[in-house]
């Protein structure tokens, strides 16, 4: 059955380092997103992205983040200066169309220190 | 307001029970509902889509949404101990998901 991917499962960074999260979300599918979940709290979302930009965003999403689809696989979260509150699972999700269901990855566990 | 409102739980119900789980939202826009179940640590795993009112079945799991009361619910029958996680509801109105707080459901042997 096809499934999001995502690497790491968990990454260590220390505080103001970059950090770049990977995601191979479901082949042919069109619509890609990233949310992030901090410990006890919702899921958020934080960027989508579709025809090879961003179709919307949210303001969690501030200069400091930035996504790109580098070939035809690969979904890729970079968080320029990472901050403590970055610290959270960061889940990719890919769906085919417009008005169908969302996949989500297992997510990566990013720890800022 | 909050968009999506979902009562956190804990949920715990034994062996066997038929569960509910529900959520109320604000925005008459969101167009499809979605179930999702979601493990400590792990992503969400997508159990249930529906966009129109009405029931959807599948196996052990009801899916039931009702717009013009701005509210859905998930019933799951003969529940199991592998059926304990944390259950979000999540809607849309086309593009990003915005969901519940989720809640945790523990099903006693």
């Known amino acids: 059955e096809p499934e999001v991917t995502q690497t790491p499962s968990h990454q260590v960074t220390q505080m103001g380092q970059e950090v770049i999260l990977r995601c191979v979300p479901i082949?042919?599918?069109?619509?890609f997103y990233w949310y992030r979940q901090i410990l006890g709290q919702k899921v958020e979302f934080l960027v989508s992205?579709?025809?090879?930009?961003?179709?919307?965003k949210s303001e969690i999403f501030d200069d400091q983040f930035s996504v790109e689809r580098p070939d035809g696989s690969n979904f890729t979260l970079k968080i320029r200066s990472t901050k403590l509150e970055d610290s959270a699972m960061y889940f990719c999700a890919s769906k085919a169309q417009y008005y169908t269901e969302a996949f989500f990855g297992q997510g990566t566990r990013l720890t800022v220190v | 307001q909050k968009e999506v409102e979902q009562d956190p739980g804990p949920l715990s119900v034994p062996e066997g029970a038929i569960v509910s789980l529900n959520c109320t939202y604000s925005?008459?826009?969101?167009?499809?509902f979605m179930w999702y179940r979601q493990y400590s640590r792990k992503g969400p795993e997508l159990l249930m889509y529906t966009y129109s009112s009405g029931n959807k079945e599948d196996g052990r799991f009801t899916a039931q949404v009702d717009k013009s009361s701005k509210y859905i619910s998930l019933f799951i029958r003969d529940s199991q101990p592998s059926d304990s996680a944390t259950y979000l509801c999540?809607?849309?109105?086309?593009?990003?998901?915005?969901f519940g707080t989720g809640t945790s459901l523990t099903v006693i042997p």
């Open positions: 992205f579709y025809n090879n930009e961003i179709s919307e």
């Open positions: 082949s042919n599918h069109l619509y």
């Open positions: 925005n008459s826009a969101f167009q499809y």
């Open positions: 999540a809607m849309s109105t086309g593009n990003q998901f915005y």
